[in-house]
């Protein structure tokens, strides 16, 4: 699926950009992740997704995700300019634990991360924050929706993943631009404010 935001105007970087600021998106397996980049990317997203085959079957738990077809095998990579002057890149991170030493790489000189969580199986999140908590990277959490899923008190799902209170926690929607924007927003609101507080 490409970007609603794709055109040929936008595949450029303006010449008035001065800043890049690169931002993880991580979760686990079958969590939204590629469909928060191309919702949110103004280019047409960069993605290695591969057909999922029977040879996989004993790796990725498709429990909830039955007609999932596809994987991504590297990262999905996006773009959003925020100014004239600023631009963020997405990067979307394999979620499948094999894929592990890969997103690590992708850490360095990232400034945070945002993971998206499924209440359906908020136990397979904790293996990904342990390792952004493991590397010092800043993150908050948001819940992607999908239909049929519980819906859990906000201090329910803070306690099951054992969030920090200044952590921000939102819900989303991978899928509506607006929403994945707002989840996004929170990111970046929690960044300036550590900034902030680191030299204050």
Known sequence: MDSALASDGAVYLRHSVRTAAKLLVVGHFAVGKTTFVGTLSEI?????E??????????????????????????????????????????????????????QDMTRGALGALVLADTRRLEQSFDVIGLLEEHGLPYAVAVNHFDGAPVHPEEEIREALDLLPETPLVTCDARDRVSSTRALISLVEYLQTRTAQEYA
């Open 44 to 48: 047409r997203p960069l993605r290695t």
């Open 50 to 103: 591969e057909t999922m085959t029977q040879a996989g079957a004993h790796l990725d738990d498709l429990a909830g995700t039955e007609s999932k077809t596809t994987t991504t095998v590297a990262m999905d990579f996006g773009r959003l300019t925020l100014s004239d002057s600023l631009v963020l890149y997405l990067f979307g991170a394999p979620g499948q634990k094999r894929f592990t030493r890969l997103w």
